[in-house]
């Protein structure tokens, strides 16, 4: 069986797909990731689907799994490199891929992440302020 590699860049796990995803595979790759997030305290994950000429259901459904898993853990997920043609399958499919983003390269799925967990910081900044002013 094959693995899908899981790299780990700064804050932010980049999963690169280059294989035929089979049941198995996205059920070891759905593990694997749970894993590396615990383990590296990740919050963000980069999804490179730029190796898929197509995506049918059992992949569009694979990556909303996996962002619901990710999501739990306290890590954003944003999917990168989407083929038009991938774009209109998952649309016709109906799959809207909820609570994944969607950036066109790496890069920009990393200022998606960083600007994301900036304003996550902020909304804790606020919070920790109208705390401290409150009991003064």
């Known amino acids: 069986m094959e693995r899908v590699p899981i790299l780990k860049i700064g804050d932010i796990l980049l999963v690169?797909?280059?294989v035929d995803m089979s049941d198995q595979t996205a059920i070891q790759l759905q593990e694997d990731l749970?894993?590396?997030?615990?383990?590296?305290?990740?919050?963000?994950?980069?999804?490179?689907?730029?190796?898929?000429?197509?995506v049918d259901s059992f992949v569009g459904r694979m990556l909303s799994t996996i962002a619901s898993?990710?999501?739990v853990l306290d890590a954003e997920?944003?999917?990168?490199?989407?083929?038009?043609?991938?774009?209109?399958?998952?649309?016709?499919?109906?799959l809207s891929l909820n609570g994944i983003r969607t950036a066109l390269n790496v890069e920009r799925g990393m200022e998606?992440?960083?600007?994301s967990r900036n304003d996550e910081w902020d909304e804790v900044d606020v919070d920790e302020d109208a705390d401290t002013t409150a009991t003064s």
């Open 16 to 18: 690169s797909i280059q």
């Open 34 to 54: 749970a894993e590396r997030i615990v383990a590296t305290g990740c919050h963000g994950v980069i999804i490179d689907i730029t190796a898929l000429d197509i």
């Open 69 to 71: 898993i990710s999501k």
């Open 77 to 94: 997920t944003v999917v990168v490199g989407m083929r038009p043609a991938v774009a209109i399958t998952l649309v016709e499919l109906g």
């Open 112 to 115: 998606l992440i960083a600007a």
